[in-house]
């Protein structure tokens, strides 16, 4: 799970599509125009000095730089000529700053531009950013072309760096979202192959006591009718997941390693279809007995909420403190929404036992509501030192994971650190709409 500040989901939705997030262009706006303004209005001023009629002008042309940045990360063609061409007109009336020093502003937007737009057109940046050169050698003989050449060519270079590693994480992020709807498809196999043996089995149970039982025929006929209704809930939640991509990007990394082998069976060795059978096998029975109870949920092993006590157990083993809250039925829930409440909580300690410095305690809170389930975890860790505020370390397919669960059933997903320390993951699943 990515524990970025703010919206993590935003971030790296915009990151993943060549973009800046509204906080990065503002944070990216206020470091260049700093960096602007202090570096070149400080070399502006010295060399003012003797100019006193250029200097009002040229401070201008500084400040008309510092203010073109803001627009840099949406149109970085338009605020790379405006800031070339004032920072030309700087060196024009203040020979005494150097060429590279006044196009610093553009050289920066150049490294914006080199990052966020395709190769062809950040070579024709690069190539018309060469073009004073002759005006640095007219300067500064060959070092002054040198040096000029050489931060023109690391400051393309660096977004292109930048570009390289936006694209390898775009390809982890798509290559997590496929992985993350293979395992939501095999859970959702796993519940409708198992409601349909149920039906199929319930059908018999129903023709054999049809004459002499007809009570017993008829609640397994509404077992049947109700299985019936379920896997086709299941099944169009299927179909959703499987739907093209709707923001072009995936996201990361936390659930627990071997969990679904690549044979298609699960880690405690329950191959996928044969444990619908088992289930449906003792709950024919229970129906030709008369004690069936009419539901076509698995309750055996598997990502379901009854057995989060169990996954809680495991990491109290590890020391952590871990308190746990339940409010309302969550035995009728939609499988689809029973597994996602579960996968959300077990991502969300894993990802505290993983990259929660110091954290000690977690609260876990599930709701079940009339029309929704609400999942609440909150640890009191805090990021490692290097790593960004949000917990950033182990960005991959935790993220992606919960995203997917929650867009599947129509809900919503909010994760980010807490103003007084901490980091909070809450989720709402409805349940009219995985029904």
């Known amino acids: 799970m990515s524990r970025s500040s703010g919206q993590p989901d935003d971030t790296l939705a915009a990151e993943a599509r060549g973009q800046l997030s509204p906080r990065a262009a503002r944070t990216l706006w206020w470091t260049s125009a700093g960096l602007v303004l202090t570096v070149l209005g400080t070399s ?25 940045l803001r627009w840099q990360a949406r149109a970085p063609v338009t605020v ?21 020093g006044a196009l610093l502003a553009a050289q920066i937007t150049l490294c914006v ?8 057109v950040s070579v024709l940046a690069l190539a018309a950013m060469c073009l004073p050169a002759p005006l640095a050698v007219g300067a500064g003989g060959a070092t002054g072309l040198a040096v000029w050449l050489l931060t023109v060519v690391l400051a393309w270079t660096a977004g292109q760096w930048r570009r390289a590693q936006r694209e390898r994480t775009r390809a982890e992020m798509r290559r997590a979202v496929v992985e993350e709807r293979a395992r939501i498809a095999r859970e959702v196999h796993d519940v ?20 002499e039982r007809p009570e017993q025929a008829r609640q397994a006929l509404r077992v049947i009718e109700t299985g019936a209704r379920s896997a086709l809930g299941e099944l169009r939640l299927l179909l959703r997941a499987f739907r093209p991509d709707e923001d072009g990007y995936a996201d990361e990394d936390g659930y627990a390693d071997g969990e679904y082998a690549d044979d298609g069976r699960a880690s405690d060795g329950h191959a996928d279809d044969g444990s619908a059978d088992g289930t449906a096998t003792a709950t024919a029975t229970e129906t030709r007995n008369g004690t069936g109870t009419g539901t076509g ?19 109290r083993a590890t020391g952590m403190t871990v308190s746990l809250h339940r409010e309302g039925a969550t035995a009728g829930l939609p499988a689809t929404v029973d597994q996602a409440a579960y996968r959300i909580v077990q991502e969300s300690l894993t990802n505290t036992l993983r990259h929660a410095v110091g954290a ?15 999942v609440t975890v909150i640890d009191n860790g805090r990021a490692a030192p290097g790593l960004a505020p ?27 650190p807490r103003p007084g320390g901490g980091y909070e993951v809450s989720a709402r699943l409805p349940v009219d709409r995985a029904s």
């Open 390 to 416: 949000g917990y950033a370390a182990g960005a991959g397919r935790g993220l992606v994971g919960m995203k997917e669960r929650v867009r599947l059933v129509g809900g919503s997903l909010r994760t980010g």
């Open 80 to 100: 790379l000529a405006v800031n070339a061409s004032a920072g030309l007109a700087v060196w024009v009336l203040l020979p005494a700053v150097t060429l590279t």
């Open 192 to 211: 409708v192959a198992h409601t349909l043996s149920v039906m199929v089995i319930q059908a018999g149970a129903a023709d054999d006591v049809f004459a």
């Open 297 to 315: 949920k698995q309750c055996g092993p598997g990502p379901w909420l009854a057995r989060l006590e169990e996954l809680v157990q495991t990491v």
């Open 113 to 120: 531009l080199s990052a966020t737009r395709p190769r062809r």
């Open 360 to 374: 000690d305690e977690v609260s876990v809170r599930v709701t079940a509501e009339r029309d929704c389930v609400r």
């Open 44 to 68: 502006v001023s010295v060399a003012g000095a003797d100019h006193v009629g250029r200097l009002p002008v040229a401070a201008a042309l500084v400040v008309v730089q510092a203010a073109a």
